[in-house]
């Protein structure tokens, strides 16, 4: 080995000199960095993003539960070096000297909250500022809307029980506010230490104690797997994925896209790398045969170029994770005005998952066609014998591919996601390889009586119809992923953008008496809003699924766990609302007769309490007894800002139930003012504002938006490498027949117009082909993955295949200039 590596030292010093290796240190070159520039950017930027997602729980974690906390659970934070503070949640009746109102009170400690922000105002409806900490003793915040129901002022005193406590501010946003829409009276925060004063907390009160946790996500983790085995029915831990629907629905399809993005990227990289060194390979036969004449011996010349392929690869995976490196803090710093200021900074992980992608790459892709220089008769001095590739070298392109896999699945995180990209792709290849030999040999009769141009362009595909086809093939594979990553990145930017239009909902108004409403139609009318329908809500609990108590039906933690252990707001409609899609069952024509009633279910609640059609469902509505057969399963638009439910009856289910009516609706920023109005008109509605959570949601997805276009852009880039690489590895063919054309009498400008006719047509083909796989992988992932409609793109089915002809036709011509450049008699010399 050590008398190995000068030799080895000076044949790729010699090789780089002559330009040989440049091509394969490029692609090694590129899919590092692809691998480590995205990784660390994805990596930065979903933490990033997760931490603007904790805003709206107000903490990394939160342990609630409707008795208070052991102190264990609050030792143990501290001992993983957890930042902590508590809350407690409860309802109660507030008063001023002449009116009382039930509100819902928050008493928190120093520190809350401990992600996000609170803001307060001074002055209804009026410019708030960011709160100092939280209410003094003595003091309280109270939302704006608390002020026109008790007929009090900034400065009056609010009696909260026994205790007398004075109004310092008027709330305006709480972070951990976003998930409860649907409380029906005023918020008020207190300072916790004015808890025991107000005697309002007894034995059997409904009060929900929290445990608020932030911290590295290491100290997280490790927190989580100690408390989970501990945790009691009562007690529910929540973290920022599994809290808000809306920030869990925009960081799951951003996970999804940003892992597809660089399964593509990587894989052309690699496909590059693959050309690469089977060129490299295939010039150094005789340098093989040579060898063994001088008397190496089989295993001492494949080290040799092991040695060179090991120094490369070493050389190139070093560049690479540097490059990558400071290509991701270019790009945070270009981007420093739209990206949070607090982006977490980059971690190992990212510099593993380059190394990983370098040396897969490397030996998985490079390695095979080097194995054949071992391989090498020293009678090829004399014959022109090649030895077929070994058993082994497929043994390690099926690894390869095995490792590019696993990759694939660190990418995305997603299995479905991983094997519809692996099994699409393969099915794909198959199916589109014997496609594009077809075409090719229906292009030739075509061609048949066509000029002369055309006639040699398409008769370089022709001469080896197997080679061109696999050629198609490769290209329509390049374009394919290019294609499949901008439909995606389209429709789920478009998909993202639709959840939050400009015009999105930015108001909830609910507890709207039902002889109110014409007036307050009226009254959005006058202020300019726009409003969604105006829904009849009645609380009611699910009491039994077919006779059974419904908590034999459900698991912990479960989405029907959460459902059953709390009020519903139960509604009815005539008509299906237009953002739901019925999955099973069909919608009343009618209303049922008598007792005969019906509801319709949410699709993810139906699962996690296993109802299917024709169940009967037991509510306890306003004290009596409903029971509903279940004749229909929604699919739900969570995130939408317009008011969902889980249960929906058939009207005249809930005649003679205590019904108050809700919606949503749009008011723009500049007519505020008319707020005042609307809650002094209607005393008894209550008012949410949730600008400030659409405005956080904005800017989450402004984030996943510059990451989509950032990916994609090495997603091109590799794509052009396997590109350029593939025109590489069929170059010394093409100079060596262009040479002899030359010779023959051939003219430069008839070379040049052949040359670009063939990749046009091969671009045109390959276009054809991309076009056909793209719909099949799209229509793979959305249906199995992504969990979207899919629709065929028609107009890319004219679109790409221009494209293909247009790109590879420019890429082959300008790759191919040596042919009509260099000088027949040198080629000729040297070919002989």
Known sequence: ?????????????????????????????????????????????????????????????????????????????????????????????????????????????????????????????????????????????IEPRLLNVLGLNIGDPLEIGYAELRIAALLTHEPDRAGDFYSLTPRVLMNLADLEATQVVQPGSRVRYRLLLSGSEADLQTYRQWLEPRLEAHQRLTSVADDNRQIGSALERANQFLGLASIAAVVLAGGAVALSASRFATRHYDTSALLRCLGASRQRTLRLFLIQLLGLGLVATLIGLLLGWFMQWGLVYLLRELLPPDLPPAGPKPLLVGAATGLIGLFGFALPPLLRLGRVSPLRVLRRELTPLPGSAWLIYGLALSGLSLLM???????????????????????????AWLLLRASANRLRNAGLAWRLGSGQLLKQPSAAAGQILAFGLILMSMVVIFILRTELLDSWQAQLPDDAPNH??????????????????????????????????????????????????????????????????????????????????????????????????????????????????????????????????????????????????????????LTSFHLPPEQRDGLRELTRAFPAMTLLEVEAILQQLREILDQVTLAVEYVLVFVLLAGFTVLFASLQSTLDTRLYEGALLRTLGARRQLLRQANRLEFSLLGALAGLLAIVAAELITWLLYRFALNLDWQPHLLLWVLVPLAGALLIGVTGALGTRAVVNQSPMKLLNRGG
């Open 1 to 141: 080995m050590s008398r190995d590596l000068p030799l080895a030292s000076r044949l790729l010093l010699r090789e780089w000199r002559a330009g040989e290796l440049r091509i394969m240190l490029l692609a090694l070159v590129i899919a590092v960095l692809v691998s480590t520039a995205i990784s660390f950017f994805t990596d930065r930027l979903q933490r990033g993003m997760a931490t603007r997602a904790a805003e709206f729980l107000g903490a990394d974690m939160r342990i609630s539960s409707r008795e208070p906390l052991p102190q264990e659970f609050l030792q143990e934070a501290i001992r993983n070096n957890l930042q902590h503070t508590d809350l407690v949640d409860f309802s109660s009746v507030t008063s001023s000297a002449s009116e009382m109102q039930l509100s819902s009170i928050k008493a928190v400690a120093p520190g809350y909250p401990l992600r996000g922000e609170v803001r307060t105002s001074q002055q209804p409806f009026g410019a708030d500022q960011l709160a100092e900490g939280i209410p003094e003793r003595g003091t309280i915040w």
């Open 409 to 435: 699945w660190q990418f995305t995180g997603n299995l479905p996601m991983t094997l519809a990209v692996i099994f699409g792709g393969a099915l794909a290849a198959l199916l589109l390889g014997s496609l």
């Open 508 to 661: 909830f108004a609910l507890n709207i008496l039902p002889e109110e409403e014409p007036a307050f139609r009226q009254a959005l009318a006058d202020i300019g809003a726009r409003s969604a329908p105006l829904y009849p809500v009645t609380p009611g609990r699910l009491a039994t699924i077919n006779g059974e108590p419904v908590r034999e039906h459900v698991t912990k933690d479960s989405p029907g766990e959460r459902a059953i252990n709390r009020d519903l707001s139960l509604t009815w409609a005539a008509d299906l609302a237009a953002d739901n899609v019925l999955r099973e069952g069909l919608w009343w024509s009618q209303p049922p007769s008598g007792e005969q009633h019906q509801v319709s279910i949410e699709a993810e609640l139906a699962d996690s309490l296993g109802v299917a059609l024709g169940d009967r469902l037991g509510f306890l509505v306003g004290g009596r007894s409903l029971d509903a057969e279940v004749t229909s399963i929604r699919e739900v638009n969570w995130d939408n800002f317009t008011p969902n439910f889980y249960m929906v009856f058939s009207p005249g289910a809930l005649d003679g139930a205590p019904t108050t009516l």
